[in-house]
């Protein structure tokens, strides 16, 4: 079983890779970012790594959402499919996160 520490690293590695093959660079993979060793830094990670995806989900536009875009899936996918990709991602990794924590805090 995986820690609460991993899934949030997860979430935040998913932002940024999804984010940079997407709309930026693309030249780094998963190998490539720095995972940090304390719950300080890793939440400070996470943290910074939404701020590139609300940024830009607060300026998507219909036709933004439809362009296709380069993604380190494959294949070219439209905006809105890296989104919804990348929201289902933090939305089941959050909720692993919340349920783990939970158990914890039954066993305290």
């Given at each position: 079983?995986?820690?609460i520490g991993?899934?949030?690293?997860?979430?935040?590695?998913?932002?940024?890779?999804?984010?940079?093959?997407?709309f930026g660079?693309?030249?780094?993979?998963?190998?490539?970012?720095?995972?940090?060793?304390?719950?300080?830094?890793?939440?400070?990670?996470?943290?910074?790594?939404?701020?590139?995806?609300?940024?830009?989900?607060?300026?998507?536009?219909?036709?933004?959402?439809?362009?296709?875009?380069?993604?380190?899936?494959?294949?070219?996918?439209?905006?809105?499919?890296?989104?919804?990709?990348?929201?289902?991602?933090?939305?089941?990794?959050?909720?692993?996160?919340?349920?783990?924590?939970?158990?914890?805090?039954?066993?305290?």
């Open positions: 079983m995986t820690s991993w899934r949030l690293v997860h979430i935040a590695a998913d932002n940024w890779i999804y984010m940079e093959h997407a660079p693309g030249k780094r993979n998963f190998p490539d970012l720095e995972v940090h060793g304390t719950a300080g830094e890793v939440l400070a990670d996470w943290r910074a790594s939404t701020e590139p995806v609300s940024r830009w989900l607060r300026s998507a536009t219909a036709e933004a959402l439809r362009q296709l875009r380069p993604s380190h899936l494959g294949d070219p996918l439209s905006a809105g499919e890296v989104m919804r990709i990348l929201i289902d991602e933090q939305t089941h990794h959050g909720a692993e996160i919340a349920l783990l924590r939970d158990l914890y805090l039954r066993r305290a």
